[in-house]
Nanobody, 123 residues
Framework: QLVESAGGLVQPGGSLRLSCATSGFDFASSSMGWFRQAPGKEREGVSCIDPTGYMSYTVSSVKGRFTISRDNARNTVYLQMNSLKAEDTAVYFC??????????????????WGQGTQVTVSS
């Protein structure tokens, strides 16, 4: 099970940290990812992190503004989002990849998904 924290309404330039609490699988052996889907658009990968937390990747559109991290003791993955823009408005999903051991933003690699949380950036 993956449960994202509540998103919300944030002003442009603001910050928000999403968390994803997990249970029911071996979190410390799983790669984790964050994805988002804006209205009328396909789901896109945002960031991923390998099981150890030492390797991560963030797509260029949010690089330098978004940071993924994980706490294996708490079975939780985070997405810190800074300098938010209107185009970051989307439903954000966390996902778990049980098998690859790497880091990818290819949604097809992921085995389990959270229900999603709405993030709206607007003044």
């Amino acid at each position: 099970q993956l449960v994202e924290s509540a998103g919300g309404l944030v002003q442009p330039g603001g910050s928000l940290r999403l968390s994803c609490a997990t249970s029911g699988f071996d979190f410390a052996s799983s790669s984790m990812g964050w994805f988002r889907q804006a209205p009328g658009k396909e789901r896109e990968g945002v960031s991923c992190i390998d099981p150890t937390g030492y390797m991560s990747y963030t797509v260029s559109s949010v690089k330098g503004r978004f940071t993924i991290s994980r706490d294996n003791a708490r079975n939780t993955v985070y997405l810190q989002m800074n300098s938010l823009k209107a185009e970051d408005t989307a439903v954000y999903f966390c996902a778990a990849d049980f098998t690859s051991g790497g880091c990818t933003v290819n949604a097809a690699a992921y085995d389990a998904w959270g229900q999603g949380t709405q993030v709206t950036v607007s003044s």
